[in-house]
């Protein structure tokens, strides 16, 4: 931990500190060779100024950063769209090969601010999946999934179709999962701050996903929460940006999915 804190520190002078400090200096020594009086500051003064600066941008970025992903979100979600859709028509015959009914399923879910909507899937499981059982989390090999569907929801390809929910608006590319009503309800009463997430747009992948298991029990749940809020507390382009890169990974090595 130390170690890294003193990387992390190197850095930030290497790449913040450091080059206000010889700009300072170049022109000075460019200005001794002309009439020009150029007044150099301290090096300690230069540094507060930098750090000044930094920290006054990246308060402006973090402010402004919700209206700019919306804007983040459509780039991403249309070149999505464009990229998976041969793949979601491949997974669509299969589908339908495979098992009766249809293609897309569709689950209510609770967005920003308590709004339910309808959130869109590749349909996994059979049709009267929870006739018997009623809501219930996926399971590790769920015997409801129909032949082929463990496959598509290791490599998460059955949320594809969710790009077009954050086309809609009522999701983003990054942020915490969306519930179903019924589990909100429920962990609400049992995990403190659970309706905090509910201040951002949900997303088709977060923090929590990448870097967490699969829900099974309440303890998973109170992790999840506590990395969502992290997330919400920090969201930046730079977090969504290594949350992509690292969802990719977790797709590709297909972890986090039932």
Known sequence: MAVRKIKSAAKYLAYFVLPPIVLFYAINLYAQGSEVKVVIPEPSTTALLATGFIGYMTRFARKHFREFKKIFDNIIAGIGVALAAPVILLVGIVIKVVSPGPVFYKQERVGRGGKLFYIYKLRTMRVDAEKYTGPMWAQENDPRLIRFGGLIRKTHLDELPQLFNVLRGEMSIVGPRPERPVFVE???????????????????????????????????????????????????????LRILLRTVLVAALGKGAR
């Open 186 to 240: 429920k962990l609400s009463k049992e995990i403190a701050d659970y309706q905090k997430r509910i201040q951002v747009r949900p997303g088709i992948t977060g923090l929590a996903q990448v870097w967490h298991r699969y829900d099974e029990t309440i303890k998973d749940v109170r992790k999840k929460v506590k990395y969502d809020l992290l997330y919400i507390r920090e969201m930046c382009l730079m977090v969504d």
